[in-house]
């Protein structure tokens, strides 16, 4: 079976996955530690979504790629994935409504291309199984980075589920990464 995978906030409260601006009035404590993850890059929370007429920090990110194949492209490179072992919610491509739904393909690292129709797919759940392969494009992204001396984001030029809703977890599987 394919599945999503979304991190396990650190200090998540409660069972229910926020997007950003509803974690704001729910837990703002840990919305303030989520948006520290976007230092430098704040605009980011604030773009559009095609297709679904909300913003970045209204939707919740979903990988279709395993995290362990994120973990292993960097122990190649000789890069440790994390001091301490990250868990990660595995979700079933099934319970993320394709209405509220967008598949972000993430083709293009320059941003005046991010909104190129080509770019963006409408969701739908047997999509997922296509997508679950780390891309060429991140391996050589990490390759680059790594070389500059620079800490890599983990999920550049990987597809993203975007999903205007909540999650409840109390059902779903946790996996531990290290």
């Known amino acids: 079976m394919t599945y999503l995978y ?21 837990y703002p404590e840990q919305y303030e530690r989520s948006v520290a993850r976007y230092q430098g890059r704040e605009m ?4 559009p979504v095609p297709m679904l007429g909300c913003l970045w920090n209204d939707v919740l990110y979903f990988s ?16 440790e994935f994390s001091v301490t072992p990250w868990e990660y919610f595995v979700v079933d491509p099934e319970l993320i409504s394709s209405k509220d739904a967008v598949i972000y393909m993430f083709k293009y690292l320059d941003r005046k291309d991010k909104y190129k ?62």
């Open 64 to 79: 279709p790629v395993h995290p362990e194949q994120v973990r292993d492209a960097l122990a190649e490179l000789g890069k």
């Open 6 to 26: 979304h991190r396990v906030p650190k200090d998540m409260q409660g069972e229910i996955l926020y997007p950003g601006n509803q974690l704001k009035d729910a």
């Open 44 to 47: 980011v929370r604030e773009q």
């Open 117 to 178: 129709s080509d770019n963006w797919e409408p969701y739908d759940p047997k999509r997922v199984e296509e997508l679950t392969s780390l891309p060429d494009e991140t391996k050589a992204y990490f390759k680059r980075a790594l070389g500059e001396g620079i800490n890599p984001l983990l999920w550049i030029q990987v597809p993203h589920i975007m999903y205007r809703g909540t999650l409840d977890t109390s059902g779903l599987e946790r996996i531990r990464i290290s």
